[in-house]
């Protein structure tokens, strides 16, 4: 029993940050919960099998019994829940989907923060923050993308990170717009995705190495450029080679004044990542769109100033979209470049 009221609770998490959730959203929520209790229900079994309890048959299958009657109500106390959230009239919602857990946490709360301070500079009443966290892959990215396709009041999609920009994942949304940001290894595959990022960057970064994982990242020794996971927070603590290390990206660092407006919009807010000001944006994007009639045509023939410069779109990519060079200090801080480290 505590085994389902944890991995409900876990799935409650990260359906929405503000504790907001569709109908349709909870279906797909008790239905993805489900499929990983019956796979840690498996696990237990083939443990006891294992062990050549005695009478594991028999147990299993009255402990089926009793959970499949467990998982049920529970299905539909939280399918309940999620129905009954309020849905006041003309609300819409803009979606932020990022790793909210695990290795690369920090970036998905470096745009919650960002995303969540443009929506009180010009949001309104009217426009809700849905965040998810990605579920750690691209098959679990894939389930959540489904599941934001499905909601109505969903308008677009603000993401980041390598689960939810792969192709496969792109596709799974449907006809949501879809803003990336930054570069993360990944290209428009279908209308409706637009790339926060210089479609030149592909061919600048060192081969393969600007797509590693954090933990291999840190262990490069020879000279790299590398991607946005270079410049996150933990990068310097776990490599040794930081006077090797050239981040490209066409973020911009964030400068004093969005800094202070960052830091002052909640509590504990930390101190804001190379891609925040980039995720402001992106949200600066979604708001002004989602006030039309049509949210992919305003997006398409968006001309938007923001912090990081002029922002338009040709074929899913950001026009003339700037290219910034960053390295780190002696103090393990990261820092402009005039150009990469040879």
């Not at 696990?43 to 006891?48: E, F, H, L, P, V």
């Not at 396709?149 to 994942?169: C, F, H, M, R, W």
């Amino acid at each position: 029993l505590l085994l389902i009221v944890r991995e409900f609770r876990r799935f409650k998490q990260w359906s929405t940050l503000s504790n907001r959730i569709s109908c349709s959203f909870a279906l797909t929520a008790a239905q993805t919960g489900i499929i990983a209790l019956q796979k840690r229900l498996r696990s237990m079994w083939q443990i006891a099998a294992s062990r050549k309890s005695r009478n594991v048959g028999w147990v299993w299958g009255r402990s089926l019994k009793l959970i499949n009657k467990v998982i049920i109500v529970l299905c539909a106390l939280f399918t309940i829940g999620g129905c009954s959230a309020g849905k006041g009239a003309g609300i819409k919602r803009l979606a932020l989907v990022a790793p909210f857990e695990g290795r690369y946490v920090e970036s998905g709360y470096d745009a919650y923060y960002a995303v969540r301070l443009a929506i009180q500079d010009r949001g309104g009443d009217s426009l809700e923050l849905l965040a998810i966290d990605d579920g750690g892959s691209t098959s679990s990215a894939i389930t959540r993308a489904k599941a934001l396709a499905s909601d109505p009041l969903v308008k677009a999609v603000i993401t980041l990170g390598y689960n939810t920009t792969q192709p496969e994942a792109q596709q799974a949304f449907g006809n949501l717009p879809l803003i990336i940001v930054g570069q993360w290894q990944a290209k428009p595959t279908k209308d409706y995705v637009y790339m926060l990022a210089s479609s030149q960057l592909e061919s600048i970064l060192t081969a393969g190495d600007h797509s590693s994982s954090l933990t291999e990242a840190a262990k490069i020794q020879a000279s790299v450029i590398g991607g946005e996971i270079f410049a996150l927070k933990q990068f310097p603590m776990l490599s040794n080679s930081l006077n090797t290390i050239t981040i490209a990206s066409s973020a911009n660092i964030a400068n004093p004044d969005f800094e202070q407006r960052y830091l002052s919009s909640g509590a504990y807010v930390p101190e804001p990542g190379l891609l925040a000001t980039l995720s402001y944006d992106a949200a600066m994007l979604a708001i002004e769109a989602i006030q039309t009639d049509d949210v992919n045509e305003s997006l398409a023939g968006m001309n938007y100033n923001g912090l990081n410069g002029n922002i338009q779109f040709n074929d899913g990519y950001w026009v003339d979209a700037p290219i910034h060079y960053y390295g780190y200090n002696g103090e393990g801080k990261l820092t402009s470049k005039d150009r990469p480290v040879k």
